[in-house]
């Protein structure tokens, strides 16, 4: 029970500075990749790097902090970008999440497990690119889905499903190369010893 709740306030804190961070980039739009303010999709969605990290560490221990960050981030930082029923959203965002994994796994392509004291390449960091494309791809379908239905709008708009996929691929790749510049940092200075070095 301890355990869960550790981890329920660790994934929570992370996944609500992913939002944080996201929502300032957001509004700065120093891209200008949305001039009209339309609800579309952002193209870099740094949350969905917190939804697949903390599952790929911590699982199912993870979904209470992640849902509660789902629920709580839109309406701390701005509930108005979010659209009606995002609450029952959420949950469909973290079963892409979820069934990405499971399926990564049960296909056996990689063998499940990474770290940031690996060296960047294909085989090291394969389960987390293939979970970041499924899990893209699910999420953009679900989500865009379950809005259509609750928000009754007849039809799902293939740009915004395309931008809501490439968003969270581009978010997570983004957390996923901050973190491991941070931590690859950390390590060159001695500030964190490096598993393989320790005596």
Known sequence: MIHTIKVTITVYVFAMFCYSVWY????????????????????CYLPHGARVLMF????????????????????????????EGWSIAAIASLFSVVAAVELVKWTRATPGFFSFFKEVNFENYKFLYLVIIVSSLLNGLL??????????????????????????????????AA?????????????IVDPKIED
Not at 59 to 78: D, F, K, M, N, V
Not at 179 to 191: G, N
Request: proline share 3%; charged share 10%.
């Open 24 to 43: 300032f980039l957001q509004v700065l739009d120093i891209a200008n990749m949305n001039p009209n303010g339309e609800w579309v999709g952002s193209l």
């Open 56 to 83: 790929c560490f911590f699982r199912y221990h993870s979904l209470p902090g992640l849902y509660l960050a789902e629920i709580t981030g839109p309406a701390l930082i701005h509930h108005n970008d979010y659209m």
């Open 143 to 176: 989500v865009n889905l379950i809005l259509s239905v609750i928000n009754s709008i007849s039809s799902i708009s293939v740009i915004t499903v395309f931008r809501f996929a490439v968003g969270d691929f581009l978010g997570a790749t983004a957390v996923i």
């Open 179 to 191: 973190l491991w510049i941070i931590f690859r940092t950390l390590v060159d200075t001695r500030l």
